[in-house]
């Protein structure tokens, strides 16, 4: 009963306080701009792909209507084209491969500003296409970052409940209560704890109203509720962390001064200092890689051109042997065709090579971020935010092995149907996109 | 007033966990440049071995066709300024490879920030970090209490019974506050000159010169302030909580708003609408009704006039080698409308954002910091058309080799030697002049130097309306 009037006792300080609430509404001010933030990038990312994918579908019912359907497979003036090639068929059918954002994005914009998220898939292609890029924005605001959700969980939440909490138990302390308080209850940690207590769950009714709120903006419930839970989940933690230790500094501090110049140097070790030293750490170790092995597969491309027939059909075999006793082989037929199915195969051979070269080099930069998480939590909730908004490295890393696994697709069967004299009609045309959805 | 500043300092020397704190400080900046040249150590090794790699591949071509040699293109890297070891403002957001061949200006890609997971929010560990973040909530602490303290003492009635003026006595107290800062900076400052010898410029002087200046400019302003609530407020705590909540607005909540505002009211377009509208261009014309095969066809006639004959079998020359440069010239017109337009909007938005230092020094300070140390925005579109303009002179030397190398038109098997590929000049990064950099910024000194003034008046202000006794 005392415990739970002095927790209530705790509001009326709270309301008399306007510094405290002042501090309080502005961080629920910056966390709905930074929903919005996050909301509006998740719109803005659904209607760009929406349009990219209505030109895609507008480009090949073109192909349908004006060729397949009437079966007119030649195009006046441009004598070289087939639409009844695989080669050419695959060409029109122009299927799109998307990084489709997560409705969690609305609490986290995380990486998603620093990677494309719409490609053309083409058995020329590959995952590290410079058409891969990310969209256009300016440099400067990406370095200053934008104020999403996560950053006004990540930096504001601190500082927030720095100010709630700074004059606990020293504020007593100063005007000479403290013994007072001594007397009327013995126990001065439980005091002080319920107090803290007070304020870490009036916070956390805050970002549960707030999580409510941006839940609403893009429909988080109807499609991922798990990231609802994730993000109440891993907010708390967050809030529980940086609460344990300020109460521990308030518990052992006496001054307001002291208790702030303690909080204050805390906040800026764990959210400046130590990222920061990691981020220089790591560029020092592993510095950007500036994809000499993936120019370098340029030299191997060119050396292919000069290949002759037989020896390119040698490679070709060795990576396909069912295409021993194709028709295409025996025949020898359509060799411009062969010559260029054969070239993307091996030069995407190639690429595979180089980037996975790469990849594991970011795979090493990435063990060496998440080997500093245990003295670098600001970094870890970051990247757990990321990774429930979908919008962590791994997340478009996954991105980039499905767009591999359709170049793949898309070269073995244009690969065996060149070699097994496949001719492209309607439902073949219809065939060669249908196949390049991953669920 | 001197007496003042020297007695203040005497006594923040006595402190003796400041002087902690202090050597503390010393030890993390002199820790910070040495981590931050140590990269850019790394960083231009890496940059040249990755040159002389590409630049060596180009020299080894024995034979090729020049049109084939412009779709092997070539790359350039994006190199490190000396100056970023200090502050690295976009370089890790911005891409670092940029591919050169023909028919097309690419966009430079592969950013250091996409090749991991996210790992600080606010960059790596430079001293620009420390002294625009770290050192002013150090000097805010420092000032918070230092009238409070004399007038709960007491102490400030009998300076003035003594005849000590309380405007002199702000001031010298706000002088000798930022000097603390200002002396952390000029250790990080010699450290860095110390470590860099070798290879300092006039222009670098310049530059670092300029840069104490505004961060001391800084640091006076935030102290001035401080010492203006110091003033205001009888309760200390209630000063420091008000100059924390400024220091928060500042840094954290307001350059974020801001730039994110800037960006929706000078929009820039999607990478598709972007593509879309020079491909567009590219093949209807600039103005939508000069389609190529027009161009090409009046190009056509105008070379047959020129050599004076009939047919394009006759001319003595490679007509196709004309007509890919004169395509390259007309993508250079769609480029240099879109990029142009690109540019332009970045501009705007620069601008826009820099009107912010009105409400906001840090937004001032944080923007002339990267922009002298050649790490903004400015100095990475720079770099770029540096490099569209080295890719434009490389595509017309292979295009004119193609047309008057010694070819006919019609002839793609053509191949230019090794020497011609040698004789092609490689890219050399030029540095942006300091006098186009302190143009850009003079908007961002200027309002440090109007807020300078605004506090001291403030401080003025505050002082005349103070009740001491």
């Known amino acids: ?439 | 007033m001197w007496h003042i500043i020297k007695n203040e300092w005497r006594s923040l020397t006595r402190n003796r966990a400041l002087f902690g704190l202090s050597i503390g400080f010393i030890i993390l900046l002199a820790v910070t440049i040495l981590l931050g040249n140590w990269q850019i150590q790394k960083d231009t090794e890496q940059y040249t071995e990755a040159k002389n790699h590409l630049r060596t591949q180009w020299e080894s071509i024995k034979e090729m066709s020049p049109h084939g040699a412009a779709h092997y293109g070539t790359y350039v890297f994006k190199p490190n300024t000396l100056l970023s070891s200090l502050d690295d403002g976009v370089n890790s957001i911005t891409g670092k490879v940029l591919r050169v061949e023909g028919h097309v200006q690419n966009e430079i890609v592969y950013s250091e920030a996409s090749q991991s997971q996210a790992i600080s929010k606010f960059g790596k560990l430079k001293s620009a970090l420390l002294l625009q973040y770290i050192i002013p909530l150090l000097l805010l602490f420092l000032a918070f209490q230092s009238i409070n303290r004399e007038k709960q003492s007491g102490r400030l009635k009998l300076l003035i019974l003594q005849g000590a003026n309380v405007t002199k006595l702000a001031f010298a107290k706000a002088i000798a506050v930022s000097f603390y800062g200002i002396g952390l900076l000029l250790i990080t400052v010699l450290v860095y000159t110390v470590l860099n010898l070798n290879n300092l410029t006039a222009d670098i002087l310049y530059r670092v010169v300029l840069l104490c200046l505004l961060y001391s400019l800084y640091y006076f302003v935030l102290t001035t302030l401080t010492i203006y609530f110091s003033i205001r407020f009888k309760n200390t705590n209630l000063a420091l909580t008000s100059m924390l909540g400024i220091w928060i607005f500042w840094t954290i909540f307001l350059p974020n708003i801001l730039m994110s505002s800037v960006e929706e009211w000078h929009e820039l377009p999607s990478r598709e609408s972007f593509n879309q509208a020079m491909r567009e261009d590219r093949s209807k014309g600039l103005d939508g009704h000069n389609p190529a095969d027009e161009r090409t066809k009046a190009l056509e006639e105008k070379v047959l006039a020129e050599y004076n004959v009939d047919s394009l079998s006759q001319l003595p020359i490679n007509f196709d080698g004309i007509l890919m440069q004169e395509d390259e010239e007309y993508g250079h017109k769609v480029w240099d409308k879109h990029f142009g337009n690109l540019r332009s909007v970045f501009k705007k938005q620069k601008q826009s954002y820099q009107f912010g230092g009105l409400i906001n020094p840090f937004i001032s300070l944080q923007n002339a910091s990267m922009g002298f140390a050649g790490s903004d925005n400015l100095h990475h579109q720079e770099f770029l058309v540096q490099v569209e303009n080295y890719r434009r002179v490389f595509i017309k030397e292979l295009n004119d080799e193609h047309a008057f190398g010694g070819s006919k038109t019609g002839d793609w098997s053509f191949s230019a030697d090794n020497d011609f590929f040698k004789s092609v000049k490689d890219f050399e990064h030029q540095p942006v002049p300091l006098s186009v950099v302190f143009n850009n910024y003079f908007i961002d000194i200027l309002l440090l130097v109007v807020w300078g003034i605004l506090t001291s008046f403030l401080l003025i202000f505050g002082t005349k309306k103070m009740i001491i006794l």
Not at chain 1, 218 to 224: C, G, S, Y
Not at chain 1, 231 to 259: E, M
Not at chain 1, 308 to 334: C, G, H, T, V
């Open chain 1, 1 to 439: 009963m005392k415990n739970l009037k002095l927790f209530l006792w705790e509001w009326k300080h709270f309301v008399r306080s306007p510094f405290k609430i002042i501090a309080l509404g502005l961080f629920v001010l910056a966390s709905v701009y930074g929903l919005h933030k996050g909301a509006n990038l998740y719109h803005k990312q659904t209607a760009e792909i929406e349009t990219i994918e209505q030109g895609a579908q507008e480009s090949r019912q073109e192909a349908l209507d004006n060729y397949y359907i009437p079966k007119i497979y030649s195009i006046e003036g441009k004598p070289w084209i087939d639409y009844q090639d695989p080669f050419w068929g695959i060409w029109f059918s122009t299927p799109y491969h998307y990084k489709r954002p997560s409705p969690a994005m609305v609490y986290s914009i995380g990486q998603s500003e620093q990677f494309g998220f719409y490609k053309r898939i083409i058995f020329r292609a590959s995952p590290s296409d410079p058409d891969l890029a990310e969209e256009i924005a300016n440099p400067e605001r990406l370095q200053t970052g934008t104020l999403d959700f996560s950053f006004a969980l990540l930096f504001l939440l601190p500082l927030v409940l720095l100010v709630l909490l700074y004059n606990l138990k020293s504020a007593e302390s100063e005007q000479g209560f403290l013994t007072l308080i001594e007397v009327q209850m013995p126990a001065r940690n439980r005091w002080l704890l319920i107090r803290v207590c007070f304020y870490v769950m009036l916070f956390l009714l805050v970002i549960i109203g707030l999580l409510f709120y941006g839940a609403t903006l893009t429909n988080v419930f109807e499609i991922t509720g798990q990231a609802f839970g994730q993000q109440l989940l891993f907010s708390t933690l967050y809030l529980l962390f940086w609460s344990v230790l300020y109460f521990f500094i308030l518990r052992n501090g006496k001054s307001i001064l002291g208790n702030t110049l303690k909080m204050s140097a805390l906040f800026l070790v764990f959210a400046f200092i130590i990222p920061a030293a990691v981020h220089q750490t790591l560029s020092i170790l592993k510095p950007a890689n500036l994809m000499t092995d993936l120019i370098d597969v340029r030299d191997e491309k060119e050396a292919l051109s000069k290949l002759s027939d037989s020896i390119f059909q040698e490679k070709l075999i060795a990576m396909y042997p069912q295409m021993a006793n194709s028709p295409a082989r025996q025949d020898s037929i359509n060799t411009m065709d062969i010559q260029t199915s054969a070239y993307s195969a091996i030069s995407n051979q190639l690429n595979k090579k180089a980037i996975q070269f790469i990849e594991e080099e970011n795979r090493e930069k990435n063990r060496f971020i998440s080997s500093t998480f245990w003295f670098n939590p600001v970094s870890f909730f970051q990247n757990k935010f990321n990774t429930i908004s979908e919008t962590h490295y791994n997340d478009y890393q996954d991105y980039r092995n499905e767009i591999q696994t359709l170049i793949d697709r898309q070269i073995d069967t244009m690969n065996l149907d060149i070699w097994n004299g496949v001719k492209v009609d309607e439902s073949k045309f219809r065939e060669y996109y249908e196949m390049m959805v991953i669920e």
